[in-house]
């Protein structure tokens, strides 16, 4: 089809989805298009039908509905004018996953997946903008386009968490109807190669530990244009929900968990690893009262330093508010890193709230080195003096001045009480 260039420009680079692509990719799309019309309440396209075209809705909007393997349907979400449908059966070469229905007359530009193809090899930003767009779409609720999915085995029930690198599922393994959760990388990740090395990096020390503090990994696999990790289950919520919450917690819940953290990371410690990541949103809890550390996806070997530990990556793929100074500066690192990542989480879960948080790396850097433990009636009721110690060590910009060692902390390891936690006492 035909159109002045005006016209190219502003139907298909007012699509969000497209709005940073070159001009001359626009062009090449717009001469492969075919328009296409559909009547309310007919089929756009069809749940289990190849992916033949990716769709561009000019007028009219859409709903997209996906059944789950016992019949189920629910609706997934909806597709208006200016955005695309269709995406995921190109990227990832799967069968359609949800049936796209017309809410009213639709206008459609229908790119044949042949020739989407051909461009997205000659145009490899054409494959990262849908793949971003696939991980905005996925994991956004409860339910998306991969509930009800029988994946290598496990069949999803539903999303329990989203993150910058991963969507995570719940899912029942088919043979012994065992509960995991399948860490699926994002996919807006899929092109980025340090990302990926980072995600089988986490898998590859993962299946080396096997630790009662430490989430289990058994086994991965690649599905959906994406890799995916097979981790234990865990029933109770991340740490990171009380602190989203604002809700202090007493000692007595704290305890316990910092001393079941310093278990898991004596044990990382000692197998000559560093976690690098210690935070409340990589802690979890089981009903059963314990604390499983998770997330090794910036770990490393102790006391070896590369490229990739410079500041530059790390205020990407880390959370700077729990780092230490030295981790920040790109520096060498040791035990210590992570002595610092724990005392910051515990701090946090003491007061409801992070100890840093400006977003400004700068002012974030002055306030860590300028830093000291106030007095333990300002962190919290009932703060002992036990914990003001760990706390004001724990703390210290100058490795040379903070904790050593977890030893100290060893004993406070119990059973959390997540009831009382969850219940306010």
Same mark, same amino acid.
């Given at each position: 089809?035909?159109? =002045?260039?005006?016209?190219?420009?502003?139907?298909?680079?007012? $699509?969000?989805?497209?709005?940073?692509? *070159? /001009?001359? !990719?626009?062009?090449?799309?717009?001469?492969?298009?075919?328009?296409?019309?559909?009547?309310?309440?007919?089929?756009?396209?069809?749940?289990?039908?190849?992916?033949?075209?990716?769709? %561009?809705? #000019?007028?009219?909007?859409?709903?997209?509905?996906?059944?789950?393997?016992?019949?189920?349907?629910?609706?997934?979400?909806?597709?208006? /004018?200016?955005? %695309?449908?269709?995406?995921?059966?190109?990227?990832?070469?799967?069968?359609?996953?949800?049936?796209? $229905? /017309?809410?009213?007359?639709?206008?459609?530009?229908?790119?044949?997946?042949?020739?989407?193809?051909?461009?997205?090899?000659?145009?490899?930003?054409?494959?990262?903008?849908?793949?971003?767009?696939?991980?905005?779409?996925?994991?956004? &609720?409860?339910?998306?386009?991969? @509930?009800?999915?029988?994946?290598? @085995?496990?069949?999803? !029930?539903?999303?329990?968490?989203?993150?910058?690198?991963?969507?995570?599922?719940?899912?029942?393994?088919?043979?012994?109807?065992?509960?995991?959760? #399948?860490?699926?990388? &994002?996919?807006?990740?899929?092109?980025?190669?340090?990302?990926?090395?980072?995600?089988?990096?986490?898998?590859?020390?993962?299946?080396?530990?096997?630790?009662?503090?430490?989430?289990?990994?058994?086994?991965?696999?690649?599905?959906?244009?994406?890799?995916?990790?097979?981790?234990?289950?865990?029933?109770?919520?991340?740490?990171?929900?009380?602190?989203?919450?604002?809700?202090?917690?007493?000692?007595?819940?704290?305890?316990?968990?910092?001393?079941?953290? /310093?278990?898991? #990371?004596?044990?990382?410690?000692?197998?000559?690893?560093?976690?690098?990541?210690?935070?409340?949103?990589?802690?979890?809890?089981?009903?059963?009262?314990?604390?499983?550390?998770?997330?090794?996806?910036?770990?490393? *070997?102790?006391?070896?330093?590369?490229?990739?530990?410079?500041?530059?990556? #790390?205020?990407?793929?880390?959370? *700077?508010?729990?780092?230490?100074?030295?981790?920040?500066?790109?520096?060498?690192?040791? &035990?210590?890193?992570?002595?610092?990542?724990?005392?910051?989480?515990?701090?946090?879960? !003491?007061?409801?709230?992070?100890?840093?948080?400006?977003?400004?790396?700068?002012?974030?850097?002055?306030?860590?080195?300028?830093?000291?433990? =106030?007095?333990? @009636?300002?962190?919290?009721?009932?703060?002992?003096?036990?914990?003001?110690?760990?706390?004001?060590?724990?703390?210290?910009?100058?490795?040379?001045?903070?904790?050593?060692?977890?030893?100290?902390?060893?004993?406070?390891?119990?059973?959390?009480?997540?009831?009382?936690?969850?219940? @306010?006492?």
């Amino acid at each position: 089809m035909t159109e =002045p260039d005006s016209d190219i420009r502003r139907i298909l680079a007012e $699509v969000k989805a497209f709005a940073d692509l *070159p /001009a001359e !990719l626009l062009y090449a799309m717009w001469a492969c298009m075919e328009e296409r019309s559909f009547a309310a309440g007919e089929a756009l396209m069809r749940q289990q039908d190849p992916g033949d075209c990716l769709l %561009v809705l #000019l007028e009219g909007s859409v709903r997209v509905t996906a059944r789950d393997q016992d019949g189920v349907e629910r609706q997934i979400g909806g597709v208006k /004018a200016g955005e %695309v449908a269709g995406e995921m059966a190109l990227i990832t070469g799967e069968r359609r996953g949800a049936d796209v $229905v /017309a809410e009213e007359p639709v206008r459609a530009l229908a790119l044949p997946a042949e020739e989407f193809h051909r461009l997205a090899r000659q145009h490899p930003e054409l494959g990262i903008v849908l793949t971003n767009l696939i991980a905005d779409r996925l994991g956004g &609720s409860a339910w998306d386009i991969l @509930g009800g999915k029988i994946l290598d @085995g496990y069949r999803i !029930l539903r999303c329990i968490g989203r993150g910058g690198m991963a969507v995570v599922y719940e899912a029942k393994e088919r043979s012994d109807d065992r509960r995991v959760a #399948l860490k699926m990388m &994002s996919h807006r990740l899929v092109y980025d190669a340090a990302a990926l090395s980072r995600f089988r990096q986490e898998a590859d020390i993962v299946q080396t530990l096997e630790h009662e503090h430490i989430a289990q990994l058994f086994g991965r696999f690649s599905a959906y244009g994406t890799h995916f990790l097979v981790m234990e289950y865990c029933d109770g919520p991340g740490l990171d929900y009380f602190v989203e919450q604002s809700r202090p917690l007493d000692e007595k819940h704290v305890r316990p968990i910092v001393g079941q953290l /310093a278990r898991a #990371l004596k044990y990382v410690h000692e197998h000559d690893l560093l976690h690098r990541d210690v935070k409340p949103s990589n802690v979890m809890l089981t009903r059963a009262g314990v604390v499983k550390l998770m997330d090794f996806g910036l770990a490393k *070997p102790l006391l070896r330093l590369d490229d990739r530990t410079q500041t530059h990556e #790390l205020t990407l793929v880390g959370t *700077p508010s729990y780092m230490a100074p030295e981790q920040l500066s790109g520096e060498e690192l040791d &035990s210590r890193v992570d002595i610092y990542g724990l005392a910051c989480l515990a701090y946090a879960l !003491l007061t409801g709230r992070r100890l840093f948080e400006t977003n400004n790396l700068l002012d974030l850097v002055r306030q860590k080195l300028a830093f000291a433990a =106030p007095p333990a @009636g300002e962190i919290g009721p009932g703060v002992s003096d036990e914990m003001h110690a760990f706390l004001d060590c724990g703390l210290q910009a100058s490795r040379d001045k903070r904790l050593s060692s977890l030893e100290s902390c060893l004993s406070w390891a119990a059973p959390v009480d997540l009831a009382a936690m969850e219940g @306010g006492s």
